[in-house]
């Protein structure tokens, strides 16, 4: 009775001296094993998971008890700290994990200290690979953006074995600077963070090779494609030549200028004040009547139209130079 007393308080003095056999089904220990524990103060983890292994040294001099060693070295204490960060596991909560998992804490010598500080294994990013990562990333992208610097304001940690990192998403915050989602590949699984960097962002654009006067259409000869900063580019500009070519302008472009939403306008075919055929269609029957167009139209454009007999005012759709159609064409 008193060994046995006296054992109780060896154990509670070092977290453990104990004896460990598994219960599950496919770990069958022998009854009587000569498994030691001993646990350590201070580790290095790479791994996502925190295993028994890492934190103890789990030995025997019977080979009988090699495949309950595997098992015990494979057990999880919970979730690795952040890449360069460290965090402190009770030596008391490694044993209740032990329990949880199955293992009677009653055959086994074990030791543990009180408080067990792991750290998980990190390597620095450099400077030059967040900038390379962002020029490899901006080739498969179409857009022009010119990177200065990418803002490291604190040394950038991620897991040892994480050989490299990548750009995911590139996003202007204001002019020139972006906000870079990064990503790096570590056994454990990915980690993202998140950078700024100085850039210049350019776009290609129509722009006017001469002064152009309101109304006037514009044609392939009156543009040229200028390189422009996209922050000096307001929402509505036209990127695209075919957004602007034969477009009829609504107001005075000057030379050097860029064509937006609000300065183009599709040409009307039908001119508000002027005389229009009206074609009236059902199955095979045709008519016609003269009307007045009550307002601009382009192609295939609904307006207003006034017929000069019966003074109605109706809705028609622009078919031609000087033809419109009320009600379906054919």
Same mark, same amino acid.
């Given at each position: 009775?008193?060994?046995?007393?006296?054992?109780?308080?060896?154990?509670?003095?070092?977290?453990?001296?104990?004896?460990?056999?598994?219960?599950?089904?496919?770990?069958?220990?022998?009854?009587?094993?000569?498994?030691?524990?001993?646990? *350590?103060?201070?580790?290095?983890?790479?791994?996502?998971?925190?295993?028994?292994? +890492?934190?103890?040294?789990? @030995?025997?001099?019977?080979?009988?008890?090699?495949? !309950?060693? $595997?098992?015990?070295?494979?057990?999880?204490?919970?979730?690795?700290?952040?890449?360069?960060?460290?965090?402190?596991?009770?030596?008391?909560?490694?044993? @209740?994990?032990?329990?949880?998992?199955?293992?009677?804490?009653?055959?086994?010598? %074990?030791?543990?200290?009180?408080?067990?500080?792991?750290?998980?294994? %990190? *390597?620095?990013? !450099?400077?030059?690979?967040?900038?390379?990562?962002?020029? !490899?990333?901006?080739?498969?992208?179409? *857009?022009?953006?010119?990177? /200065?610097?990418?803002?490291?304001?604190?040394?950038?940690?991620?897991?040892?074995?994480?050989?490299?990192?990548?750009?995911?998403?590139?996003?202007?915050?204001?002019?020139?600077?972006?906000?870079?989602?990064?990503?790096?590949?570590?056994?454990?699984?990915?980690? *993202? #963070?998140?950078?700024?960097?100085?850039?210049?962002?350019?776009? $290609?654009?129509?722009?006017? $090779?001469?002064?152009?006067?309101?109304? +006037?259409?514009?044609?392939?000869? +009156?543009?040229?494609?200028? /390189?422009?900063?996209?922050? !000096?580019?307001?929402?509505?500009?036209?990127?695209?030549?075919? +957004?602007?070519?034969?477009?009829?302008?609504?107001?005075?472009?000057?030379?050097?200028?860029? #064509?937006?939403?609000?300065?183009? /306008?599709?040409?009307?075919?039908?001119?508000?004040?002027?005389?229009?055929?009206?074609? #009236?269609?059902?199955?095979?029957?045709?008519?016609?009547?003269?009307?007045?167009?009550?307002?601009?139209?382009?192609?295939?454009? @609904?307006?207003?139209?006034?017929?000069?007999?019966?003074?109605?005012?109706?809705?028609?759709?622009?078919?031609?130079?000087?033809?419109? #159609?009320?009600?379906?064409?054919?």
């Amino acid at each position: 009775m008193i060994k046995s007393v006296l054992r109780q308080l060896i154990i509670t003095a070092l977290l453990g001296t104990g004896s460990v056999s598994l219960v599950k089904a496919d770990i069958v220990a022998p009854a009587k094993t000569e498994i030691r524990i001993q646990g *350590r103060g201070d580790v290095i983890v790479t791994d996502g998971v925190i295993r028994l292994a +890492d934190i103890a040294l789990i @030995e025997s001099a019977s080979v009988a008890d090699d495949s !309950s060693i $595997v098992e015990l070295r494979k057990i999880p204490l919970g979730s690795s700290p952040r890449a360069g960060e460290t965090l402190t596991i009770e030596g008391v909560s490694v044993l @209740e994990k032990l329990k949880d998992s199955g293992v009677r804490l009653n055959t086994l010598l %074990y030791t543990f200290p009180k408080e067990i500080r792991v750290t998980r294994a %990190y *390597r620095e990013v !450099s400077q030059d690979e967040l900038e390379r990562a962002l020029r !490899s990333f901006l080739l498969t992208q179409d *857009r022009q953006i010119e990177v /200065k610097q990418v803002l490291a304001d604190q040394p950038i940690k991620v897991p040892a074995d994480a050989p490299h990192v990548e750009v995911v998403a590139l996003n202007a915050t204001q002019p020139g600077h972006f906000g870079i989602d990064y990503r790096s590949h570590a056994s454990s699984g990915d980690v *993202r #963070f998140q950078m700024k960097a100085v850039a210049e962002e350019w776009r $290609v654009v129509p722009t006017a $090779v001469r002064p152009l006067k309101r109304g +006037d259409v514009v044609t392939a000869a +009156d543009i040229r494609l200028t /390189k422009m900063s996209a922050a !000096s580019l307001n929402s509505g500009v036209l990127e695209q030549v075919g +957004d602007v070519v034969d477009m009829a302008l609504l107001k005075d472009v000057g030379q050097g200028e860029i #064509f937006t939403a609000k300065t183009v /306008k599709v040409p009307a075919v039908v001119e508000a004040g002027s005389k229009v055929t009206m074609v #009236f269609r059902r199955g095979r029957l045709e008519a016609t009547a003269a009307g007045i167009a009550l307002e601009d139209g382009a192609m295939e454009q @609904e307006i207003n139209v006034r017929n000069e007999s019966s003074k109605k005012v109706v809705k028609a759709r622009v078919s031609d130079k000087g033809v419109v #159609f009320v009600g379906a064409k054919g």
